[in-house]
Structure formats: C-alpha cells, structure tokens
Antibody
C-alpha cells in the first residue's frame, strides 16, 4: 500500500536551514506528484509547493519562492524539502503528500496520501 | 490566489445530529474542490473530491455538494469518530489553497 514516511523532528535556530525527507513506497515513485503542506500551531493548512518526480520540475507558492527547494532521489523514492532563512513563524508541522488519483494529470490536484508530519521548531 | 472561506469556524453538535459545513471560494473553482478531515497531531484524511465524489472507504454519511463558488459538506448522523476539524481545498489553479477549517466539537 502507499506509504509516505517522513524524517524526525528538528530544532533550528533563526537564520538556519532545515531539510525534511519523505520516503515513499507502495507505488511507482515517478507516476505521481508530491506536495508539501505545512500547518502552524492552531492554524490551518498552507500549501508550499509540488514536485514532479519524473523530471524534478517544481512549482512553489509565491510566499516561499527563494527560500524553499524541493528535490527528489529516484533511486530511493524519496523527496526532500529544504527551507532556508528560518524564522520563528516557520515553526510548524510539515507534511508531504502525494496524489494518486487517475484524474490528476498535473500537480493541480488533491493529495490523497499523506506522511505523518515532521515538526520543525525554530527557536533561539 | 483563490481564497477559501469556511463557516462556521466551530460547530457544537451531538451524536446523531446532521451537520453542514460551508466553503466559499473567492472565484469560481468549478467542481475542483476536496474536503478533508483532520484529528489533532494527525495528517488530513481525504473525504470528498470533485465536490461530491466520496473517496473509497469513507462512510456514506459524508456527502458533498456545490459548484462554482459555494460548497457544503454534510455529515448525516454524526458519530463519535467524526469529532474533528474539516478543511476544504480548491484545485482549480495554483497555488492550491485551503479553507481555514471548521472544528466539530461535542455539545
């Protein structure tokens, strides 16, 4: 079955970078886009961007342009999200999610399988 | 960006109640709308896609309706496991955007 397993919690200082991994299994990695969505404490869900694992093409939300980088490793079926210049407002639970519906032809779709989330805490 | 507005933000209900949550888009998203359920500390779970299509394995007491800018999620006969927060999400265009959430709590 489809599984997404994320790396463990991180604590970072302001100005640092964090790199979160998302290892996938149970499906053909290059078939489906991967998204990153974050959730700040007590707040809603915020889409950060998506990556097409076939060619590594990315699409980022404007808010994160210049600070986020999404990459993939096809040999291990893993995607990565790196966020730089961290500030306290980036403290959040970060999720990876994939979209496996046959109706999804690009990244503009609905994620249906999610990782367990990775808590990133930014504190001096 | 398309803004998604949910109401109410909190809803108090009892087991067995019929509850309806609404979601309004700032511009038409046609039927490109999904609904998710989320419990504290857990990932969202897909309930509905294409505004009214039930995801496999989701109980039939959940239903979605609407198109264009106005949508609703209805739970017919609230069960103890349904107390959670619900989010709508549009996938008409980038960036994907979510509503602010509706928390369904026990009355």
């Amino acid at each position: 079955q489809v599984q997404l397993v994320q790396s463990g919690a991180e604590v970072k200082k302001p100005g640092a970078s964090v790199k979160v991994s998302c290892k996938t299994s149970g499906y053909t990695f290059t078939n489906y886009y991967l998204h990153w969505v974050r959730q700040t404490s007590g707040q809603g869900l915020e889409w950060m961007g998506t990556i097409d694992p076939r060619g590594g093409v990315t699409k980022y939300a404007q808010e994160f342009q210049g600070r986020v980088t999404m990459t993939r490793d096809t040999s291990t079926s893993t995607v990565y999200m790196e966020l730089s210049s961290l500030r306290s407002e980036d403290t959040a639970l970060y999720f990876c999610a994939t979209q496996t519906s046959p109706y999804c032809t690009d990244g503009v779709c609905f994620p249906d399988y999610w990782g367990q989330g990775t808590l990133v805490t930014v504190s001096s | 960006d398309i803004q998604m507005t949910q109401s109410p933000s909190t809803l108090s209900a009892s087991v067995g109640d019929r509850v309806t949550i609404t979601c309004r888009a700032s511009q038409s998203v046609s039927s490109w709308l999904a609904w998710y359920q989320q419990k504290p500390g857990k990932a969202p779970k897909l309930l509905i896609y294409d505004a009214n299509s039930l995801e496999g394995g989701v109980p039939s007491r959940f239903s979605g309706s609407g198109s264009g800018t106005d949508f609703s999620l209805t739970i017919s006969g609230l069960q103890p496991d349904d107390f959670a927060t619900y989010y709508c999400q549009q996938y008409r265009i980038y960036p994907l955007t979510f509503g602010g959430g509706t928390k369904v709590e026990i009355k």
